[in-house]
Each structure stands twice: as structure tokens, then as C-alpha cells.
């Protein structure tokens, strides 16, 4: 699996990045549906200790902080966070690894970093020749 360098952004490309989670997530938490129109987090699936970074596809909107609500839900159950796609391994690409998503009516998809996702993988881009 390639692994893509991590990407940091800060100022308005941060801005554009969350409002591209926020709408994908229609305003509420990835993982329980709830609205939400303050008090709730952006979660990195691959956490940015393992090496993740602020792409689209690594962002999710959860109620909650790193602590309480589902995002502390997700931080605090690693093994079920995993199988649900909410925490992604260090050496995983999270654009590759599906995560069950609310707004997806609960079904395993992938997540892309233009703000949309697909219940198919996405496609390897063909290897240039040398």
C-alpha cells in the first residue's frame, strides 16, 4: 500500500478543507448523525502521531472532542474505531481504508479529498512507464 507524505494546511486552506468535511458530513457527526453547528471537532482517522496529515479524505466531523462525545469514542476504543474505519494505521493511506459513515446510511465508503465519497475503492492511477 503507497503511502501518501502527509499534507499540513493552516489559515484558509484549513478553512477550505473543514468546510469540505463539514458539507460532506451535512453539518453533523460522521458517526451518529448528530447536528452539528458548534462545539464539535474534526477528527484525523490517521492520527497525526502516526504521520497523518490534514487531507479531506483523513477528516472527519464528530460531536465531541478528542475526549467526550464520538470523537472521544474514537480515540478511547481504538479496536472498534478500526473496524469501523474511524482510526486508520500508521501505515495505511486513509483515502484507501473505508469507514462506516453515517451520512452513507451507516455502509462502509471511501473518502475522497475533494469532499465526496464512493462505495468503491478508488481506482490506482496506471504506473508511468520509464
Same mark, same amino acid.
Given at each position: 500500500?503507497?503511502?501518501?507524505?502527509a499534507i499540513?494546511?493552516?489559515?484558509?486552506?484549513?478553512?477550505?478543507?473543514?468546510? #469540505?468535511?463539514?458539507?460532506?458530513?451535512n453539518?453533523?457527526? &460522521?458517526?451518529?448523525? #448528530?447536528g452539528i453547528w458548534e462545539?464539535?471537532s474534526?477528527h484525523h482517522?490517521?492520527?497525526?502521531?502516526r $504521520?497523518?496529515?490534514?487531507? *479531506?479524505s483523513?477528516?472527519l466531523l464528530?460531536? $465531541?472532542?478528542?475526549t467526550?462525545g464520538?470523537?472521544?469514542? &474514537? +480515540? +478511547?476504543?481504538?479496536?472498534? @474505531?478500526r473496524? &469501523?474505519?474511524?482510526?486508520?494505521?500508521s501505515?495505511?493511506?486513509? @483515502?484507501?481504508v473505508p *469507514?462506516r459513515?453515517y451520512m452513507a446510511? $451507516?455502509r462502509?465508503v471511501?473518502?475522497?479529498?475533494e469532499?465526496?465519497?464512493?462505495? +468503491?475503492p478508488p *481506482? @490506482?492511477?496506471?504506473?508511468?512507464a520509464a
Amino acid at each position: 500500500m503507497i503511502n501518501r507524505p502527509a499534507i499540513a494546511y493552516s489559515g484558509a486552506a484549513l478553512r477550505q478543507r473543514n468546510i #469540505k468535511i463539514d458539507r460532506r458530513e451535512n453539518q453533523s457527526c &460522521a458517526r451518529c448523525g #448528530k447536528g452539528i453547528w458548534e462545539n464539535g471537532s474534526r477528527h484525523h482517522r490517521k492520527y497525526k502521531s502516526r $504521520g497523518g496529515g490534514d487531507e *479531506v479524505s483523513n477528516g472527519l466531523l464528530m460531536c $465531541g472532542s478528542g475526549t467526550t462525545g464520538c470523537h472521544g469514542w &474514537a +480515540h +478511547h476504543h481504538p479496536d472498534l @474505531a478500526r473496524e &469501523a474505519g474511524f482510526a486508520v494505521n500508521s501505515w495505511e493511506d486513509p @483515502a484507501l481504508v473505508p *469507514v462506516r459513515l453515517y451520512m452513507a446510511g $451507516g455502509r462502509l465508503v471511501y473518502l475522497d479529498d475533494e469532499g465526496g465519497w464512493s462505495e +468503491h475503492p478508488p *481506482v @490506482a492511477p496506471e504506473p508511468v512507464a520509464a
